[in-house]
């Protein structure tokens, strides 16, 4: 009900031990001579870099550049900038995966992919001032201790299982799909493609093969179609159509032009193994391997034992970022802890001025 608060519209609460806040001024610089070069990650993680020929060190400038997310049922394909840049916004999953970035092979460059790190590795000063507690934070900092003995040794970990966030691919349902299990085995994956009626067909110039997709739409003989095996694209189709049939689960065809982002695919066609193992072949030399650790799974710690009888170990009691504006007030509900006795009901936030605003009232 203060003043400044009736101006304050967004901004985050909390309830916490009073021993355990300190309030600290920040005084930033505007004459700052640090220079960023990465994005502010404010709709969630995203991954970005460099595309380079490998010879002249020369940025490679509008060059598709594809990232697939193994074990997931995503494809995104960029375009690089003029200085040679890439962006990818990551889509909102969860845990670790692997992640395969590539670009096409075209004569005459030497494609050189470098990924930014996850973290800023410039030289920044910060301040180093002595690290002494008064009598009062020795004992919360006891306490906090005492605690996180009691909650490693009562308290069970229990992990949310990981599951397929896409169960569709981006592509949506196809309805053509080719089940390969509903027909006689027989020696390549083209085989399927040239003795059996279907909307796909296999062209051969100069010892070079391609697909096609049967269709009386203009804009399918104008563009390639997107072919993926495993929600890879991959250029070299010799080498798909002699993979054996026998990895290969099924094939999903989209037999229209299809949109994404930048770019117009005559079609797709996607290629899905059993195993997951891109049916034995290599991944194009040109593309980039590696693990990229998600946001992680939340974990719920459990009591292993009666709640009645094992002590409220948390010190946070209550956190919770909030929106006024389309509101008058804020109700909460929150589980008195155990450990403490007096503690603080934070207020944060910044009001339209941009002026920061930190008001604690005292809870007993």
Known sequence: NTKELQYLRQGSISIIPSSSFQISNFNIENNSTY?????????????SGQLLDSI????????????????????????????????????EIKGNYDLFISTKKEEGVHPMILVD???????????????????????????????????????????????????TPFYGKPNNILYLDKYINMGTLEEYFTELPGLVSIKNHKNKKSFSIFSTLHDMSVYSPLVLID???????NRILA?????????????????YGDFIYGGIISIRT????????????TGLFFN????????????????????????????????????SSLEITFKKASSYKDYWIIIQGIDKNQNIIIKKYKLK
């Open 35 to 47: 220079s960023h070069k990465y994005y502010p990650e404010t709709r969630g993680l995203s991954l």
């Open 56 to 91: 002249s060190k020369e940025p490679l400038a509008f060059k598709e550049i594809t990232l697939s997310i193994i074990d997931q049922k995503n494809f995104i394909p960029n375009l690089s900038k003029i200085d040679g840049r890439f962006y990818f916004s990551l889509p």
């Open 117 to 167: 790190r996850d973290y800023d590795t410039e030289i920044i000063d910060l301040p180093n001032p002595p690290f002494k507690l008064s009598s009062q934070e020795r004992l919360t900092v006891l306490k906090l201790a005492q605690t996180l003995q009691i909650k490693r040794n009562y308290f069970t970990k229990i992990g949310i299982q990981k599951l397929d966030t896409f169960l």
């Open 231 to 237: 929600m890879v694209a991959v250029e070299d189709y």
């Open 243 to 259: 993979v054996s049939p026998l990895g290969i689960e099924k094939v999903d065809i989209i037999p229209f032009p299809y949109v």
């Open 274 to 285: 059993r195993k997951g193992d891109f049916g034995g072949i290599s991944l194009p030399k």
């Open 292 to 327: 990229f650790d998600f946001i992680q799974d939340k974990v719920d710690n459990q009591n292993s034992g009666k709640l009645n009888r094992i002590p409220d170990t948390r010190n946070t009691l209550f956190w919770k970022v909030f929106s006024l504006e389309n509101e």
